[in-house]
């Protein structure tokens, strides 16, 4: 080559060269960036048009800003095309939650989105989104990645949409009703590209039928919280060969376990709680060599943990709580102590039938951090080898036949323990006075368990501890002053049912406190003020006395939070003050038994969100004012049984309490009669009206006592009142009379129904309305001036077990009907003027002979012999005075049979024989 070309050659590839390095240079320095398109601007902006805002998260987003600058956007740096929209809203914590509900937006989504052609990624979760989702979501044939969950107020007519988005890899829809998409599982059938794919709490719509699932490389499917009640697994789900996390919770299948199921062995997580599985644990989950998550619980399992399980080696969290599996504990552990040790951090097998005692295997567990073994039949001491698990963090062993001494030795390594609650058992906790234990709790729950008669002094120690529960702990000891003065640091305190003694200290300068229960004790004295807050006070069943002025009002200018206030059983005296206006968020008020004395104040009718007021058992007096208790629309128990409370039974009753299930006036001084407004009270479940001056007929409008007719006994939790903010249980007990006696219902006092009328001035006949009562448990209605016959379809009264209408005027005979009634265990019909045979059948003839004397009666129980009964025509056709049938000796009948037979045997043939 010659030198000249040679040159012109080099030089040539030395200005290529620079070209390439300059183009290169440009685009490191950004300067071939190319800004939001318009277009996709407007979109966003139109987008954001339709929203509430309120922490101004999208206040970047301007009408003439770049808009792959906003906050949430992300643009193609080439194209200038928006292909991604992150607007999430989570929150980590509950102290986050108030700044999460501030940066939710809310609203509905612009169809204009949809626009935005190119977006691959769009991100809306846990936001207020609501309206109908826009077919239109299908014009974005790019996207790869949807997340709408968690907006409740959003919905879809159907799901064709989907034919467009096929490209979809990634599908969130969790908490989306798609209740009205009935083709939901075809359409998205159609996404084959699918790789995550999470439903749960969509109310879908039952499986249409396909055979096989075009999104074979799924390796997330979450379907849970969707009831296909009487639903099986679908088989196609057995075919996901791929999925790795399968979560089929709370959606109510039944059957066995599927064996279709073993075929996803590459299963990390499988979640099949809360469902109507009734087999054993199938043997075939020890094939799911990478399973780390299985969760079994809350289904109708029955048999054993197979032994298999040592198998699975990559194990990290195992519930297996609430069934019905029944397998010696020391099996259990043995089971898991191999392979599976090594990496278990979880592990819950509460409320089943295990047995047995606990082993030093259990301190194998190095990585375990939650054991909950609560609610089984657990014997025996607790190892000293849980002091070996050094990782455990919340300790469960309550409501077991645990025995023995808890030592310091069982917490030696025990550094990272927060939680530990060995309640109900027959444990007895011995540490040194001066041990100071190596952790920091913040839940300690030792009810029932012997830690007394002294408060333990390592608590002091305790600088985390929120929640306290020593109950019923054999404490008799006066509470110390560094525990009075670490309240601040709880939110539960519970010291209940101990022999606790001393006054309550001025309690000053103190963090609020979601419980505070010292009921049960032996505390005295007055009960002072109470200058912070606590939702639940519970003081019942102690000795404090005095006014109680002191403690309801001071801070008059400050509301209080307490909704629930218990101060019943003590000997608190005077009358009620009248500063209840600072209590507006009071649900439960209980005053029962004490020494309360006055009229009822005006200040209770501030209280509208007073559902249980208990007056029971004091001197209060006069009548109850209108005023008193204008407000309190949501009341459902007023009992105010006990005291000396004058004037008519207030028509308001029935009229501003349509939620009433409650009703107890009993020994008072009301009189005159029973107002038809109460028949308004629907919800009613027990009147208890006995020991007043009423008078006047029973009204026939009782009929509307809808809740008298109906029972559901599935629910058999008693009356529970919960706190709005804390939800904390308050049980309502009542004292109500029934067969006589005067029983305590609390655990099923929501299954109970009764009427008690008696021990008034009733006039006129029992309503036969009463008996379309086919819930009504009790009926009492003795001693009054009732007259007429007992109703005669009173065998409808199909749950009754206790009637009592002595004393009364009533008149006939005992209807034959009442035979029927299979649970009748006490029957009173002393005192009246009934008539006739009392009838044959069932249990009548066991009751006593006593409570049928005092009327004309025959038959068992009774000595008397009931005469026989002949029916003449008159009777045959209603004839008769009274209707009556009459009543002929057998001796007489057949003497006078005789007598006519003889006469005309002797008189007869003189009369034929002519001669004669």
Not at 350 to 379: A, Y
Request: proline share 4%; net charge negative; with cysteine.
């Amino acid at each position: 080559m010659k030198p000249d070309m040679s040159a012109s050659v080099s030089f040539f590839l030395l200005e290529l060269l620079i070209v390439i390095v300059t183009i290169n240079i440009s685009f490191c320095n950004g300067s071939s960036y190319v800004g939001c398109i318009e277009s996709d601007r407007q979109a966003l902006l139109t987008f954001k048009h339709d929203l509430t805002d309120r922490s101004n998260r999208l206040a970047s987003w301007l009408g003439d800003g770049d808009c792959c600058e906003w906050n949430g956007v992300v643009c193609n740096n080439h194209t200038g095309h928006v292909i991604k929209l992150n607007l999430q809203s989570r929150w980590e914590s509950d102290a986050d939650y108030e700044a999460y509900e501030r940066s939710l937006l809310v609203g509905k989504i612009n169809p204009s989105l949809f626009n935005l052609k190119n977006l691959i990624h769009l991100d809306l979760n846990s936001n207020k989104f609501e309206g109908m989702i826009s077919p239109q979501l299908g014009n974005l044939t790019n996207l790869q990645y949807l997340d709408l969950s968690n907006n409740p107020e959003l919905h879809v007519e159907n799901l064709v949409w989907m034919y467009g988005a096929s490209l979809l890899k990634h599908l969130d829809l969790s908490g989306v009703d798609l209740s009205r998409a009935s083709e939901w599982l075809l359409n998205i059938n159609s996404l084959s590209s699918l790789v995550y794919l999470r439903l749960s709490n969509c109310q879908l719509p039952p499986f249409s039928r396909i055979q096989i699932a075009n999104f074979s490389s799924l390796t997330t499917l979450d379907l849970s919280d969707n009831p296909f009640y009487n639903s099986f697994i679908p088989s196609w789900v057995f075919g996901l060969n791929h999925l790795g996390s399968l979560d089929l919770s709370f959606d109510y299948f039944q059957g066995p376990i599927p064996n279709g199921l073993g075929n996803l062995t590459s299963l990390k997580h499988l979640d099949l709680s809360f469902n109507f599985f009734n087999s054993s644990i199938p043997t075939w989950l020890s094939r799911f060599s990478s399973l780390e998550y299985l969760f079994l619980g809350f289904n109708n399992l029955q048999g054993r943990i197979p032994r298999s399980f040592r198998k699975l080696c990559n194990l990290r969290s195992i519930c297996i709580s609430y069934v019905n599996l029944s397998q010696n504990m020391s099996e259990i552990l043995e089971i898991f102590s191999e392979c599976v040790a090594d990496r278990l951090e979880y592990l819950d097998l509460s409320h089943n039938h295990f047995f047995g005692p606990l082993t030093d295997q259990l301190g194998q567990f190095k990585n375990l951090e939650t054991l909950d073994l609560h609610e089984n039949s657990i014997i025996g001491p607790i190892p000293t080898s849980l002091g070996k698990l050094s990782s455990i963090k919340d300790l469960v062993f309550s409501f077991n036949k645990l025995n023995g001494t808890l030592s310091q030795n069982h917490f030696a390594n025990l550094t990272r323990l927060t939680s530990f609650d060995v309640s109900e058992n027959l444990l007895t906790l011995k540490v040194n006075h001066d041990w100071v234990p190596p952790f920091q709790l913040s839940s300690l729950i030792l009810r029932s368990c012997h830690v007394g008669p002294h408060f333990p002094a390592w608590l002091r120690s305790q600088k985390s501890l929120s929640n306290l529960d020593m109950s019923n702990a054999k404490i008799s000891d006066v509470i110390p002053n560094w525990l009075w003065k670490s309240l601040s640091q709880f939110t539960s305190l519970n010291l209940s049912h101990n022999q606790i003694h001393g006054e309550i200290p001025h309690l000053a300068d103190q963090r609020d406190i979601d419980l505070l229960d010292l009921s049960s004790n032996k505390l005295s004295g007055l009960l002072p003020p109470i200058s912070f807050d606590v939702n639940a006070l519970y003081l019942s069943n102690n000795a404090l006395s005095g006014s109680i002025s002191q403690f309801l009002c001071f801070g008059m200018n400050n509301s209080k939070t307490t909704e629930i206030l218990n101060l019943e059983n003590n000997f608190f005296s005077g009358e009620l003050p009248n500063c209840w206006m600072n209590w507006q968020y009071l649900h439960v008020l209980n005053l029962m038994n004490n020494e309360f004395v006055g009229s009822l104040p005006t200040s209770i009718g501030i209280l509208s969100s007073l559902q249980l007021l208990i007056l029971r058992k004091n001197s209060l007096s006069g009548v109850i004012p209108f005023v008193s208790l204008e407000n309190c629309t949501n009341l459902e128990t007023l009992d105010a049984a006990e005291n000396h409370f004058v004037g008519y039974v207030p028509t308001w009753i029935g009229e501003r309490f349509s939620s009433m299930k409650i009703l107890n006036l009993r020994s008072n001084k009301f009189h005159g009669h029973l107002p038809v407004e109460l028949c308004r009270l629907a919800s009613l479940q027990i009147l208890d009206l006995a020991y007043n001056n009423l008078s006047g007929s029973i009204p026939r409008c009782i009929s509307n006592f809808n809740a008298m007719v109906t029972v559901d006994h599935s629910e058999s939790n008693g009356l529970n009142y919960f706190g709005n903010k804390t939800g904390i249980q308050f049980l309502l007990h009542e004292l109500l009379v029934r067969k006589g006696i005067e029983y305590e219902y609390s655990t099923i006092l929501n299954l109970v129904r009764i009427i008690d009328l008696s021990k008034n001035n009733f006039s006129g006949e029992i309503p036969r309305e009463v008996t379309s009562f086919t819930a009504l448990q009790s009926l009492n209605l003795s001693h009054n001036s009732l007259t007429g016959r007992i109703p005669e379809n009173i065998g409808a009264m199909g749950e009754i077990e206790s009637i009592d209408f002595s004393s009364n005027q009533l008149s006939g005979e005992i209807p034959q009907s009442i035979t029927s009634l299979a649970y009748l265990s006490y029957l009173n019909l002393s005192n009246n003027n009934l008539i006739g045979k009392i009838p044959s059948g069932t249990q009548i003839q066991t009751f006593d002979a006593t409570n049928f004397v005092g009327n004309d009666l025959c038959g068992s129980p009774l000595t008397k012999n009931c005469t026989v009964t002949i029916e003449t025509p008159e009777d045959e056709n209603g004839g008769g005075k009274d209707g009556n049938e009459h009543e002929v000796d057998w001796f007489f009948v057949s003497m006078a049979f005789g007598f006519v037979v003889g006469f005309w045997g002797l008189i007869g043939p003189l009369i034929i024989n002519e001669r004669w």
